[in-house]
């Protein structure tokens, strides 16, 4: 027996669930937050860094193990974090592109340190955090928030420190480098940009607070520079420690303060 009338309606019914066009999950617009945490893993990679060449030392001073171990950590949640807010798809395609570069480089870290694989290792951290900052900046743009970039700025002033420690603590290990005093310079040259960049800045963007803050931490990070620039052969692991971490968590007090403001 033949039923044409639902036949037809089978066939209307299919018809019509095959052309409903798909529906669009629209890309979400980068927010602070993922700036924020992608800022944070540029500047902690190079203090992981720095740490690694500590634990090679056997200088236990502020605990680098446990700090290696406990921001190795934070770094891959902040990713987690960051790739799940379905970003738009260039934008997703290179945090994943930085987290390639880290999943390579964060077993390293965590590994026993070996002198004569610190200088590969330094390159493959310098390589990860000069993309991670232009993806921070990327994301910045794509905030639309006036102020983002100084956000990101301040992040790089305490990545900065911490590159210039880690670069003190793989020579002060004895670890070969011919171009040592050129990366110290290009690193000082580096902050200064950025620093002037910071002061220029409108003061809605960048408080009068900040930058008085900013030019105190401007002020111990020159002092410090005496130490990575000497060419005296002496080292004074524990001292450069001190100083930079100190220097490094002045900063992050700062980049607290422009995130309140912008936010």
Avoid at 93 to 118: C, F, G, S, T, Y
Wanted: net charge neutral.
């Amino acid at each position: 027996m033949k039923y044409p009338l639902r036949s037809r309606f089978l066939k209307t019914v299919f018809f019509a669930l095959i052309t409903i066009p798909a529906i669009n999950v629209s890309a979400a617009t980068a927010s602070t937050q993922d700036v924020h945490e992608i800022a944070d893993i540029c500047m902690y990679a190079q203090r992981l860094l720095k740490d690694y060449a500590m634990i090679g030392m056997g200088v236990t001073y502020h605990n680098p193990a446990a700090d290696l171990a406990k921001n190795s950590k934070m770094i891959d949640r902040y990713f987690a974090d960051v790739e799940s807010h379905q970003l738009k798809k260039k934008l997703d395609a290179e945090v994943r592109e930085i987290h390639a570069l880290w999943d390579k480089i964060k077993p390293q870290l965590l590994h026993k340190p070996e002198k004569n694989k610190m200088l590969a290792l330094r390159e493959a951290v310098e390589k990860f955090t000069k993309r991670c900052e232009e993806v921070a900046d990327h994301l910045a743009e794509d905030t639309k928030i006036k102020g983002e970039h100084e956000v990101v700025l301040i992040a790089q002033l305490g990545m900065e420190v911490q590159r210039l420690s880690a670069l003190y603590m793989m020579k002060a290990w004895g670890v070969s480098d011919p171009d040592y005093y050129k990366h110290v310079d290009e690193i000082l040259n580096e902050y200064e940009d950025i620093y002037h960049e910071l002061q220029k800045a409108d003061n809605k963007l960048v408080s009068k607070e900040i930058k008085i803050r900013l030019k105190k931490a401007e002020s111990r990070f020159l002092a410090f520079k005496f130490m990575a620039a000497s060419k005296s052969g002496r080292f004074i692991p524990t001292l450069a420690e001190k100083t930079s971490s100190e220097i490094f968590y002045e900063l992050r007090e700062i980049l607290k303060l422009e995130e309140e403001l912008v936010e």
